[in-house]
């Protein structure tokens, strides 16, 4: 596979399961992201991973639980969450530093709590 | 704290024509890079178009170009000779070269009218 891959696409779950979202980038990038994109609302970074380390929490709760074993990977763990967290969840990857600035998106995973 | 305005939600073209997005930023940064970002209907978001803030020529990549006003902190998006492929949300994006974050507009919804 090429670019940034994210599973599931689609996710319904209760506000009492226990879900993760995955990432994985095969572009040798080392900087990854978590972005929440809601309906009529502006996109929202959520995390922020450079070399594997978190350098970014934009403030967000903690029933969002974001992992990066490897530069090449990005969890986002998800328990308790409320109908409001129903939104697509989109991955990106970049490279760091002062060698290139854009980032390259993942398709999303569409999510539903019920 | 740096901040991206698209101040139209919404625009129509007619199929052939020519239309432009508009972009505000605020930073008190001197050296940053400039993005436009399409996200078409169920699809991947992927980069249009790179401006770097010490580059006085503005960028251009086909039928998709930039008029990049600095002192003005203005960062319009033309694209020419519109097709109906190019209906998609645009996004307007600031990154600053001294960390990984990037911070995206609200949005601008084109639709191509045939």
């Known amino acids: 596979e090429t670019g940034v891959t994210q599973t599931p696409r689609h996710l319904v779950m209760g506000m009492t399961n226990k879900k993760s979202l995955k990432c994985e980038q095969h572009?040798?990038?080392?900087?990854m992201y978590w972005y929440k994109q809601s309906a009529k609302k502006p996109l929202e970074l959520m995390f922020v991973?450079?070399?594997?380390?978190?350098?970014e929490n934009n403030s967000v709760p903690s029933r969002f639980s974001p992992e990066c074993p490897n530069s090449s990977h990005l969890f986002l763990h998800l328990h308790t969450l409320q109908p409001e967290d129903s939104a697509l969840y989109l991955c990106?990857?970049?490279?760091?530093?002062?060698?290139?600035?854009?980032?390259?998106f993942g398709p999303g995973t569409r999510l539903t709590v019920t | 704290a740096q901040t991206v305005t698209q101040s139209q939600p919404e625009m129509s073209v007619q199929e052939a024509e020519t239309v432009t997005l508009s972009c505000t930023y605020d930073?008190?940064?001197?050296?940053?890079?400039l993005f436009w970002y399409k996200q078409p209907p169920s699809r991947q978001m992927i980069l249009v178009i790179r401006?770097?803030?010490?580059?006085?020529q503005n960028a251009t990549e086909n039928r998709f170009s930039v008029n990049f006003q600095k002192a003005a902190k203005s960062f319009s998006l033309k694209i020419s000779d519109s097709q109906l492929g190019d209906a998609a949300m645009y996004f307007c994006?600031?990154?600053?070269?001294?960390?990984?974050?990037?911070?995206f507009g609200p949005g601008t919804s084109l639709s191509v009218i045939p």
């Open positions: 990106a990857s970049s490279l760091s530093g002062l060698i290139s600035y854009e980032q390259y």
């Open positions: 994006a600031y990154r600053s070269p001294s960390y990984d974050k990037v911070i």
């Open positions: 930073t008190s940064e001197s050296d940053y890079y």
């Open positions: 991973y450079n070399f594997k380390e978190q350098t």
């Open positions: 401006q770097e803030a010490y580059k006085q």
């Open positions: 572009l040798g990038h080392n900087a």
